[in-house]
């Protein structure tokens, strides 16, 4: 008589996992929450009155309540993983800065006796721009008048003299910035001049470090050298 091979096959562990209600991996927790509503669904279909079964509509409103919370769970998952891909090239970004010199928003000026770098910004543009520098006293050290001037960033330089022509002593000066356009006031903003030290990213955002020991974001940057 001839024998006759047997031609079942063990079933994977995975599906006896599977079977049994056991996880062979970690899972997330959208997985686990599909996972216990499909037991429960299967629970409550089980358990359910014969003589009123449960309706089509309760079952497909559960699911659409399931589909829309794991929807939920990973589209906030994508977007945490796209804010972190952006802030990581933004600080790639942010290091090609370091060593260069920028200015921005201030009115500060330093001089070692030949005067300092620092400028303006004029978001309209005026007819007559004036700068005004000031010792630590808030005594004027110098008045520059700068005539007209085109409206965006001027970047200016003093020489360290004071009105009267002789050197200004070393140290750090404020400087005030009055712009007209037909004889009224009009906006015009002060800009430091530093040089970018170091970046640092934390919970406040990305951030420039300064030789002045200030930190500013790059939207504040106004011009690179």
């Known amino acids: 008589m001839a024998t006759v091979q047997s031609t079942s096959s063990t079933p994977s562990q ?9 996880s062979s991996a970690a899972k997330d927790n959208v997985t686990i929450a599909q996972d216990r509503f499909m037991r429960l669904l299967v629970e409550q279909m089980k358990n359910q009155d014969p003589l009123n079964p449960m309706d089509n509509a309760q079952v497909t409103s559960q ?11 990973k589209l906030n998952k994508t977007l945490e993983s796209l804010i972190s891909s952006v802030q990581a090239g933004q600080s790639y970004q ?10 921005v ?3 500060d000026v330093s001089s070692s006796g030949e005067g300092g770098y620092f400028g303006v910004d004029l978001p309209s543009g ?29 970047p200016l330089q003093w020489n360290g003299l004071a009105d009267d022509g002789s050197v200004a002593p070393a140290g750090s000066f404020k400087f005030e910035v009055s712009a007209t356009v037909g004889g009224k006031s009009v906006v015009a903003d002060g800009l430091n001049y ?32």
């Open 126 to 154: 005026a007819d007559n721009l004036s700068v005004i520098i000031r010792n630590s006293a808030g005594a004027t050290v110098r008045t520059i008048d700068m005539g007209s001037q085109d409206f965006g960033t001027t």
């Open 14 to 22: 995975a599906l006896l996992d599977s079977v049994n209600g056991k």
């Open 63 to 73: 699911m659409a309540q399931l589909s829309t919370v794991t929807g939920i769970d």
């Open 194 to 225: 530093a040089k970018v030290m170091s970046i640092s990213n934390n919970a406040s955002g990305l951030k420039l470090n300064l030789s002045n020991l200030t930190a500013v974001s790059t939207s504040d940057v106004r011009e690179i050298y």
């Open 94 to 103: 942010a290091s090609s800065m370091i060593g260069h010199n920028i200015l």
């Open 105 to 107: 928003k201030g009115n």
